[in-house]
């Protein structure tokens, strides 16, 4: 069967991939929408998406760097991307500068993503899992973003400044020495 043939790009595992990116995708839309809620359910999908593809990929012998490559594609776009344009633009930004500061903390924050998954691919074998990340895995790194998004529209922090710091701080966490269990 095609769908369990390694050499087919739209294997199970790649297709469960797919389904992962058309999430993200369909989150920026609602999130240009102003459906917040919505798109972080389908972040959520795509989270539960991008660990059932790896899981199948290795269950099934499915891994290859098509499949990697792929798989980091959907992470840029699902947990790099999208929950920047979340956070962003639910903060209620006052000022053309203080736009431009936030603004240019999550393109830091976007670029610190990117290179934390390229990073990733220089590293890793096709099928090989280690024991632990080297820096906050992207995925995380959204889920500390939409706590984030809860705290600011709770108006527990109500700065979009502060929240642009703690998101610098997530940022450098991506490229860190830190050691995080893989899951």
Known sequence: MRLFDKDNRFNLANLITFGNIACGVIAMYLINKGAFFEAIVLAWIAGALDIADGKVARRFGLSTEFGIQLDSFAD??????MPSFL?????HIESPSQELFVGIIFIIYIVSGLRRLVEFN???DAGEVERYFEGVPTPLGAILLWILYLL???DIIESPVVIALFVLLIARSLNSRLRIPHP
């Not at 956070?87 to 903060?91: E, I, N, P, R, Y």
Request: without cysteine; proline residues 0%; glycine residues 0%.
């Open 87 to 91: 956070l962003f633009f639910s903060l």
């Open 76 to 81: 840029f776009l699902s947990f790099v991307i």
């Open 152 to 154: 600011h529209s709770y």
């Open 122 to 124: 220089l590293k890793v």
